[in-house]
């Protein structure tokens, strides 16, 4: 993928969550909080990029096979996904609080769009997303 494909795609990206959850996000975290977000999804590299896609994918993948496998969330595998997941939000968080962490693995459980994603191949990941988040996010 080259530089332009790159920008394209997550221009693309931004544009995609700002007119699905612009408003709303906007309301709850104000302007700056999304503007900066926005900023650090545009300015990344191409091997950013691609490294933030591939992290996206290999914690849902991670994810439902913990699931499947009946692993605990507290355990080794609750672990190291919730250290993928907080690597992955660094692409879009301008800081890092473990209770930010937590806060957004609430929303995994309590808003059905969240839960619809994360369950989308596999019931019960969001609610297991959340529990390893809950028990590592420190």
Request: glycine share 8%; proline share 1%.
């Amino acid at each position: 993928m080259g530089k332009k494909s790159a920008a394209t795609k997550t221009r693309r990206l931004v544009e995609d969550n700002e007119r699905s959850y612009g408003s709303e996000a906007r309301a709850r975290w104000g302007d700056d909080a999304v503007d900066a977000s926005n900023r650090l999804l545009l300015d990344l590299s191409e091997s950013e990029f691609e490294r933030f896609q591939a992290l996206g994918t290999q914690i849902n993948t991670e994810l439902e096979a913990a699931v499947q496998r009946g692993l605990d969330p507290a355990g080794e595998s609750g672990e190291r996904i919730c250290g993928l997941h907080r690597e992955w939000l660094g692409y879009t968080w301008s800081f890092y609080t473990p209770e930010a962490h937590r806060g957004l693995a609430e929303m995994y459980v309590a808003d059905e769009r969240f839960t619809a994603y994360y369950d989308g191949a596999v019931a019960g990941c969001a609610a297991w997303l959340h529990d390893a988040i809950c028990a590592w996010a420190k």
